[in-house]
């Protein structure tokens, strides 16, 4: 069965600081990887996703993401966060296999100081 | 274009009471899905439908189910609602399941009493 480890739980940073957000998933095969977000009384959106070559992928509004197969990592990352960025993140996992079954991470939230 | 639409996007229920949740979309995905949202668990997938005619079960099926008699439509049924299903709860669709991206509703927020 596939499953998805966020384990930062809520992220505080100020404006311009840099942002990484772990996520290890767990699946034996090849697997789809996505970044979503959710903005304060939005519905999720998506941010950005992997399915296969290059394993840095760029998404919306300057994030981009690192596909480490070693680790089995996905990590979320921007260089320099607004305070716009204020949402929670999930990371999301479908393997080849069980490919109708998006599986969700616990979700982590960030918070931006002005 | 509308996308995906929940009904109703909140409602109080007693324990004991059925209960369908409405999901219509009009992108003609094949594929559909209904999560449960709940602090600090991220979303967890309740049932699924890669096509109009099929349905499988998720990470948290029990108490709950669903029919998918064309493609647009897509019903969440709790037969007899219980404490433990106050949620909110997300209906979304995609093209495919090897497309990846899933577009979301607005929420349905359940409160069960």
């Known amino acids: 069965a596939q499953s998805v480890s966020q384990h930062n739980h809520h992220v505080i940073l100020s404006e311009a600081a840099s942002l990484e957000l772990g996520c290890n998933y767990s699946?034996?095969?090849?697997?789809?990887l996505f970044w979503y977000v959710q903005y304060p009384g939005q519905h999720l959106q998506l941010l950005l996703k992997y399915f296969s070559g290059d394993p840095l992928v760029k998404g919306i509004k300057g994030f981009e993401a690192e596909f480490i197969k070693s680790k089995f990592s996905f990590n979320l990352r921007k260089p320099s966060v607004q305070w716009s960025d204020t949402a929670e993140y999930f990371c999301a996992v479908n393997g080849y296999s069980s490919a109708s079954k998006i599986i969700f991470g616990s979700g982590t939230r960030l918070s931006i100081r002005p | 274009i509308a996308g995906i639409t929940q009904a109703p996007t909140s409602q109080i229920l007693a324990a004991g009471r059925r209960m369908t949740l409405r999901c219509t979309q009009d992108m003609r995905h094949n594929a559909m899905y209904w999560y449960r949202q709940d602090l600090g668990l991220g979303l967890r997938l309740i049932h699924y439908?890669?096509?109009?005619?099929?349905?499988g079960k998720g990470e948290v099926p029990d108490g709950y189910s669903v029919s998918r008699a064309n493609t647009d439509d897509f019903p969440l049924t709790l037969a007899s609602a219980v404490p433990s299903q106050t949620s909110v709860y997300f209906c979304?669709?995609?093209?495919?399941?090897?497309?990846?991206?899933?577009?979301f509703g607005e929420g349905s927020r359940l409160t069960v009493l």
């Open positions: 439908s890669n096509t109009a005619g099929t349905t």
């Open positions: 979304a669709s995609s093209a495919g399941p090897q497309t990846g991206e899933l577009f």
């Open positions: 699946y034996g095969g090849t697997v789809n």
